[in-house]
């Protein structure tokens, strides 16, 4: 049984199967309680993010019919062994009796986590693997068919804090092995989808030039300038600006041989491979 926030809402059942409550404002509800798993979240926290400052004088009353009807949809539907609640009440609201890994969004967090410290213990291999488990988790921007107010916005902003550090990580991990050019494609949607993000920016234009494409690596430098310019009306980073100087001085590539005549290299040329393959980036 799981409880999936990362794109829209749903529950999957111990069975396997996937069902979501019809009415907004249940699927609001059992969201945020989803993010505080065994945590007891207020009435009161409750309606502020149903209705913020707009609740009707009829609210408690609502939110007690909305647990009653989750209660029933987790009973009919046999979302859970028939001895467990899910649902519980806990002076001075409710609580979701479920363990992190039944939600996708604390999952989430742990797989990145995890490949943080795998990455920093010198072990890139496995943090690959942790990655692909994060990055598999991402079926789209989180809560996407949910109504959110102040405090599950505020989750979401977390969420998709976290999704960039996985994505930064994951650059970071190709680039260990020198992956360069099974990059790029990535990479190439990560500066559209993040078009502000200078770092990603600054791995595709790196990677460009260490697969010896430097034009592309300085009209990528100019797409960025002239980016930043006109929506911050500033320059790219010092950092940035380094490396197109390096990329102006540098040597060019050697074009003597095409790449089908350039001698072959004795496989103990190549960097080893994680055990799992690369991640392929959703949009």
Same mark, same amino acid.
């Given at each position: 049984?799981?409880?999936?926030?990362?794109?829209?809402?749903?529950?999957?059942?111990?069975?396997?199967?996937?069902?979501?409550?019809?009415?907004?404002?249940?699927?609001?509800?059992?969201?945020?309680?989803?993010?505080?798993?065994?945590?007891?979240?207020?009435?009161?926290?409750?309606?502020?993010?149903?209705?913020?400052?707009?609740?009707?004088?009829?609210?408690?009353?609502?939110?007690?019919?909305?647990?009653?009807?989750?209660?029933?949809?987790?009973?009919?539907?046999?979302?859970?062994?028939?001895?467990?609640?899910?649902?519980?009440?806990?002076?001075?609201?409710?609580?979701?009796?479920?363990?992190?890994?039944?939600?996708?969004?604390?999952?989430?967090?742990?797989?990145?986590?995890?490949?943080?410290?795998?990455?920093?213990?010198?072990?890139?291999?496995?943090?690959?693997?942790?990655?692909?488990?994060?990055?598999?988790?991402?079926?789209?921007?989180?809560?996407?068919?949910?109504?959110?107010?102040?405090?599950?916005?505020?989750?979401?902003?977390?969420?998709?804090?976290?999704?960039? +550090? &996985?994505?930064?990580?994951?650059?970071?991990? /190709?680039?260990?092995?020198?992956? $360069? =050019?099974? %990059?790029?494609? #990535? !990479?190439?949607?990560?500066?559209?989808?993040?078009?502000?993000?200078?770092?990603?920016?600054?791995?595709?234009?790196?990677?460009?030039? +260490? &697969?010896?494409?430097?034009?592309?690596?300085? /009209?990528?430098?100019?797409?960025? $300038? =002239?980016? %930043?310019?006109? #929506? !911050?009306?500033?320059?790219?980073?010092?950092?940035?600006?380094?490396?197109?100087?390096?990329?102006?001085?540098?040597?060019?590539?050697?074009?003597?041989?095409?790449?089908?005549?350039?001698?072959?290299?004795?496989?103990?040329?190549?960097?080893? %491979?994680?055990?799992?393959?690369?991640?392929?980036?959703?949009?």
């Amino acid at each position: 049984m799981q409880f999936n926030l990362i794109g829209p809402f749903e529950i999957t059942t111990d069975d396997g199967r996937e069902l979501a409550p019809g009415a907004p404002r249940i699927r609001q509800m059992l969201a945020l309680l989803a993010l505080q798993p065994r945590e007891t979240v207020s009435i009161d926290s409750l309606v502020q993010e149903l209705w913020a400052d707009d609740a009707p004088p009829s609210a408690l009353k609502i939110v007690h019919t909305h647990v009653s009807q989750a209660r029933r949809l987790f009973t009919e539907e046999a979302v859970t062994s028939p001895g467990r609640d899910l649902l519980l009440t806990r002076a001075p609201g409710y609580l979701l009796q479920v363990n992190d890994d039944e939600v996708d969004v604390m999952s989430f967090e742990s797989f990145i986590k995890r490949a943080q410290w795998e990455f920093a213990e010198g072990t890139p291999g496995r943090a690959a693997d942790f990655l692909g488990r994060a990055l598999a988790l991402w079926r789209g921007p989180v809560l996407s068919d949910v109504a959110v107010g102040s405090t599950l916005a505020g989750w979401i902003a977390r969420v998709e804090e976290l999704r960039i +550090r &996985a994505l930064e990580l994951h650059v970071e991990v /190709e680039n260990h092995f020198g992956r $360069y =050019r099974e %990059l790029l494609p #990535e !990479l190439r949607t990560l500066v559209n989808d993040y078009p502000l993000h200078e770092w990603f920016h600054g791995q595709l234009i790196s990677a460009l030039h +260490r &697969a010896g494409r430097r034009g592309e690596a300085l /009209e990528a430098y100019g797409n960025l $300038y =002239r980016l %930043l310019k006109s #929506e !911050l009306g500033l320059a790219p980073s010092p950092d940035l600006r380094r490396l197109q100087t390096e990329i102006l001085n540098a040597a060019g590539p050697d074009l003597t041989l095409s790449p089908r005549r350039r001698p072959a290299r004795d496989r103990s040329d190549f960097p080893p %491979l994680p055990p799992f393959p690369a991640v392929a980036i959703a949009g």
